[in-house]
């Protein structure tokens, strides 16, 4: 009470910085990272340990802090995180190679125990071995990727991730958005994810600089994987009560993920209706499966419409229009809270955006997923 009033504030806001502090036992090294934020999730830690370096990374809101240190010593390669979500504290547990006393930590990297802007950091990748690769249709392959056991990775829903691979002595980067192995068909996250995978569904172009290459991989070869991006905030679907999906093409790929969270995680949801554009029978993505989810809960409706479809096609038929947004997002009541997605071609969403807006939705209510 006897400080002056600046001294107070200026402490304070300090203490939001998160700090961090180790310790050792003859086994381990044990990081602790307190973030002094409540609510953290494993989403929002990224671990990675290569070649003695560790990078820890907490994600709060847009800035990051981060634990960059050339370790000491050796260390084994799979490392432990825990996260006590209420009180904010992350621990990172690293096995020792050689059961010697470390004096420090070891050197600090240059960002090391900063907290910085996340667009001010570069990103960050890890080589991933491809442990398989099915057919999803005549040019799309679901690509599943194992992490390294020194990683500690979640992609979150709605974001992507970046794959770097060298194609003809130069490295070429693109976006991909995570899926999951199969559809939520009990309700429940599908045992096989781990953590240790990302699974990406992929369409091979004929001419695709980058995809063409990824289709030439061999099981067990290497790609490198980036932190994740994106700004879609689950938040968003927890405060509505319908859901709307427009996907186009391998648009589909963040819908996956989003129609896992709101049919296993969100009861306030009473509806879910995904419209899936397509130039033909053949290119419709998981069909079957969105078929029998639609089949097993009573919430989720599946519509499919063709832009080049045969004449046998009796289902619905064209591109995006203001008449069939019209129809297809309707509330369940007049007064309900709805969030809608969109995901395709540039101008498929932008046009889509723009009809949305047309037929009253408002700016906050429509998420359209973009670069
Ligand atoms: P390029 O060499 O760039 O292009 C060669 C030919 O392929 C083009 O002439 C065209 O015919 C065709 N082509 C290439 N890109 C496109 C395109 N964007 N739209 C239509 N035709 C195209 N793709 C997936 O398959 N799965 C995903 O999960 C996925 N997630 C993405 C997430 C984000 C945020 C973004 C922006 C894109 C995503 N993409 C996804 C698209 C992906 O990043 C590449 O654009 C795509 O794989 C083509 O790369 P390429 O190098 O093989 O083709
Ligand atoms: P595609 O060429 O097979 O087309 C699928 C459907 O999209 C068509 O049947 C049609 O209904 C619609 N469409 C295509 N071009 C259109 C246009 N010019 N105007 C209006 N509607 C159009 O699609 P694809 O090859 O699977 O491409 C999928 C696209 O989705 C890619 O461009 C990819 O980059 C994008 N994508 C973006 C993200 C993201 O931003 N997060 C994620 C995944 C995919």
Not at 198 to 220: E, R, S, W
Request: proline share 5%.
């Amino acid at each position: 009470g006897m400080l002056p009033e600046k001294k107070v504030l200026g402490a304070s806001a300090k203490d939001l910085t998160p700090s961090y502090d180790w310790f050792q036992t003859d086994s381990l090294i044990t990081i602790v990272i307190y973030t002094k934020q409540k609510d953290m999730s494993a989403e929002l830690v990224i671990v990675d340990c290569q070649d003695k370096q560790l990078r820890g990374e907490i994600i709060m809101g847009d800035r990051s802090y981060l634990v960059e240190v050339d370790l000491e010593h050796a260390v084994q390669e799979d490392l432990a995180v825990h996260i006590a979500e209420k009180v904010g504290k992350v621990e990172i547990t690293l096995k020792k190679k050689d059961n010697i006393h470390w004096k420090m930590l070891g050197q600090p990297l240059e960002s090391h125990n900063t907290f910085i802007k996340r667009t001010d950091k570069g990103p960050f990748y890890r080589k991933c071995k491809l442990v398989s690769k099915t057919e999803v249709t005549h040019n799309t392959k679901l690509f599943c990727f194992l992490l390294p056991k020194s990683t500690h990775l979640r992609v979150p829903t709605g974001q992507h991730v970046y794959l770097k691979q060298a194609i003809a002595g130069t490295e070429v980067v693109k976006p991909y958005t995570p899926v999951l192995p199969s559809l939520p068909l009990d309700f429940k996250e599908p045992s096989c994810c781990d953590g240790a995978h990302i699974y990406l569904m992929i369409k091979i172009y004929p001419c695709g600089l980058f995809t063409q290459a990824l289709d030439h991989l061999q099981i067990g070869d290497y790609v490198s994987v980036s932190n994740p991006e994106g700004n879609f905030k689950k938040s968003q679907v927890q405060a509505s009560e319908d859901l709307f999906l427009l996907a186009a093409g391998t648009g589909f790929t963040p819908m996956v993920k989003l129609l896992n969270f709101a049919l296993t995680e969100v009861s306030c949801l009473r509806t879910v209706k995904l419209i899936f554009f397509n130039k033909t029978e053949e290119d419709i993505l998981w069909r079957n499966q969105l078929e029998q989810l639609a089949l097993k809960n009573e919430r989720f409706e599946v519509q499919f419409i063709l832009s080049q479809p045969t004449k046998d096609w009796v289902g619905k038929q064209g591109k995006i229009s203001s008449l069939l947004l019209s129809e297809f997002v309707k509330r369940s009541r007049e007064d309900s809270k709805a969030l809608i997605c969109i995901c395709g071609p540039t101008p498929f969403t932008e046009q889509g955006v723009q009809y949305l807006k047309d037929l009253g939705n408002s700016q906050e209510e429509i998420h359209a997923f973009t670069a």
